[in-house]
């Protein structure tokens, strides 16, 4: 179905997010379908979606199993509650979404987003401590240059300055790790950097600081995605991992971009062999197709808080859409397409072609950094003078204009295109861009 935009007046009332607003009404990139490996955009034309949505449809666009699963499931059980009662879908897909998790990560609390999955992990972990009579334990530690969304404690233990300093004094009790991105030790490094594991080691310094018996949590992306995609150095995670377990403190995974295959595996907990506590997912839980985030717990927290609960409901938490039918049946619909394609086995053999055309574009003019990991990249532009993201906008601009969806941070491209992409697409794309750095001033 078509969809018609009268006139910029009329779009005026959609508050878009994270857009330019004003901008974007002056010049709208709207796109009105989508199939496979392309949108259509308003005047018709096709575009290669180099980004799979918003990192979300790692199958690609409009695939039957899912479409026809969410049909039938709206029409069969539009809704249900999941406070106090239950329908068979979300308990099948708790099961199945704990399988693709290694250890003993098996409990799974649904959610309608990525930000959501973050404050239910946090929260999670703060009423973990409480049941275990560990209650002082409430700091949280985040890390510079990690998105964790946009809810009040995502944005706490989040990162990104602009995403922080509209809105007040946020939580209390949160500390940052440094980030590793580095480039005058790791520019142009392929998949994990070889410089930066020590890093991780802030965390001794920050349990001297705080003392251990304050400490809830530490929340990182296993490689940041939203803030210009930065792979974790070798052995970072590893060390981060190694120092939450002498202190007894939890490490929880933001797995928003990671899980679902687009590293190559199901996750990056099972692709790095790092095991964290918690583990928080969305995006291509559903292929995008109806919002769903769920957070998967390990058993030791589980069986804490249940156990250790003085009240019949033991987390005061969730809601109304949390394992909404619809949306677990486009999750089930989607992990079984995920499987029968072998789409994330798909992703580690494409992974080199596409490392290889990303770093192809190294000797383009003002590229002075590429950075991959699975099937995403960043490619780093130097910012103009005193115009920091507008070289970044245009090339998103001028992408959309010769046929491809890009995603930007600030001057940073990064490209995450669905699962399905042919060898032959990944090369169109990357000369696509690599046609757009050219003719950037
Ligand atoms: N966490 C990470 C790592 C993300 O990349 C994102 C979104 O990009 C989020 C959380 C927030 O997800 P959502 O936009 O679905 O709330």
Same mark, same amino acid.
Request: with cysteine; aromatic share 8%; net charge negative.
């Given at each position: 179905m078509a969809v018609s935009v009268t006139s910029t007046n009329a779009m005026d009332a959609f508050w878009m997010p994270f857009t330019a607003n004003r901008r974007f009404l002056k010049e709208p990139r709207i796109v009105t379908a989508a199939k496979d490996m392309h949108y259509t955009t308003a005047d018709g034309r096709k575009l290669l979606d180099g980004t799979a949505g918003l990192w979300c449809v790692n199958a690609g666009h409009g695939r039957p199993r899912i479409v026809e699963a969410v049909s039938a499931t709206?029409?069969?059980?539009?809704?249900?509650?999941?406070?106090?009662?239950?329908?068979?879908?979300?308990?099948?897909?708790?099961?199945?979404?704990?399988?693709?998790?290694?250890?003993?990560?098996?409990?799974?609390?649904?959610?309608?987003?990525?930000?959501?999955? &973050? +404050?239910?992990?946090?929260?999670? /972990?703060?009423?973990?401590?409480?049941? $275990? !009579?560990?209650?002082? #334990?409430t700091r949280l530690i985040g890390r510079e240059r990690s998105?964790?969304?946009?809810?009040?404690?995502?944005?706490?233990?989040?990162?990104?300055?602009?995403?922080?300093?509209?809105?007040?004094?946020?939580?209390?009790?949160?500390?940052?790790?440094?980030?590793?991105?580095?480039?005058?030790h790791n520019?142009?490094?392929?998949?994990?950097?070889?410089?930066?594991?020590?890093?991780?080691?802030?965390?001794?310094?920050?349990?001297?600081?705080?003392?251990?018996?304050?400490?809830?949590?530490?929340? &990182? +992306?296993?490689?940041?995605?939203? /803030?210009?995609?930065?792979?974790?150095? $070798? !052995?970072?995670?590893? #060390?981060?991992?190694?120092?939450?377990?002498?202190?007894?403190?939890?490490?929880?995974?933001?797995?928003v971009i990671t899980a679902f295959g687009r590293l190559g595996a199901a996750s990056a907990t099972e692709?790095?062999?790092?095991?964290?506590?918690i583990v928080a997912t969305a995006k291509g839980l559903t292929n995008g197709t109806i919002p769903m985030g769920a957070v998967v717990v390990d058993a030791a927290i589980y069986d804490s808080l249940t156990q250790n609960s003085a009240t019949p409901?033991?987390?005061?938490?969730?809601?109304?859409?949390?394992?909404?039918?619809?949306?677990? /049946?486009?999750?089930?619909?989607?992990?079984?397409?995920?499987?029968?394609e072998g789409l994330f086995q798909r992703?580690?053999?494409?992974?080199?072609?596409?490392?290889?055309?990303?770093?192809?574009?190294?000797?383009?003019?003002?590229?002075?950094?590429?950075?991959?990991?699975?099937?995403?990249c960043g490619i780093e532009l130097s910012a103009r003078p005193g115009a920091a993201g507008e070289r970044g906008f245009e090339a998103m601009?001028?992408?959309?204009?010769?046929?491809?969806?890009?995603?930007?941070?600030?001057?940073?491209?990064?490209?995450?295109p669905p699962l399905i992409i042919s060898k032959g697409q990944i090369d169109e794309l990357f000369e696509l861009v690599a046609g757009v750095i050219s003719d950037l001033k």
């Open positions: 709206v029409a069969e059980l539009d809704y249900a509650p999941s406070y106090q009662f239950g329908h068979p879908v979300a308990f099948e897909l708790a099961g199945r979404i704990a399988s693709l998790f290694p250890g003993d990560l098996n409990h799974v609390f649904f959610t309608n987003s990525g930000s959501e999955s &973050v +404050e239910t992990a946090l929260k999670i /972990a703060l009423a973990y401590h409480q049941s $275990k !009579g560990e209650g002082t #334990r998105y964790h969304g946009v809810g009040f404690g995502g944005i706490s233990v989040g990162g990104i300055a602009t995403n922080r300093r509209h809105f007040g004094s946020l939580l209390a009790g949160v500390d940052h790790l440094p980030h590793t991105h580095a480039p005058e520019a142009f490094s392929r998949g994990q950097p070889e410089w930066g594991a020590h890093l991780a080691d802030d965390l001794e310094r920050m349990v001297s600081l705080h003392d251990p018996s304050t400490i809830a949590a530490v929340i &990182v +992306e296993p490689m940041a995605g939203s /803030a210009g995609v930065l792979p974790p150095p $070798k !052995g970072y995670l590893e #060390r981060l991992r190694a120092i939450c377990h002498k202190y007894g403190i939890l490490l929880i995974f933001d797995e692709l790095l062999g790092v095991q964290p506590d409901i033991e987390l005061f938490h969730g809601y109304t859409y949390s394992g909404h039918p619809v949306a677990a /049946a486009a999750a089930l619909a989607t992990l079984d397409t995920y499987a029968e992703a580690a053999e494409l992974a080199p072609h596409f490392e290889n055309a990303a770093h192809g574009l190294r000797d383009l003019p003002n590229v002075i950094d590429i950075r991959n990991m699975g099937m995403v601009q001028m992408a959309f204009d010769r046929g491809a969806m890009i995603r930007i941070t600030a001057d940073t491209i990064a490209l995450s």
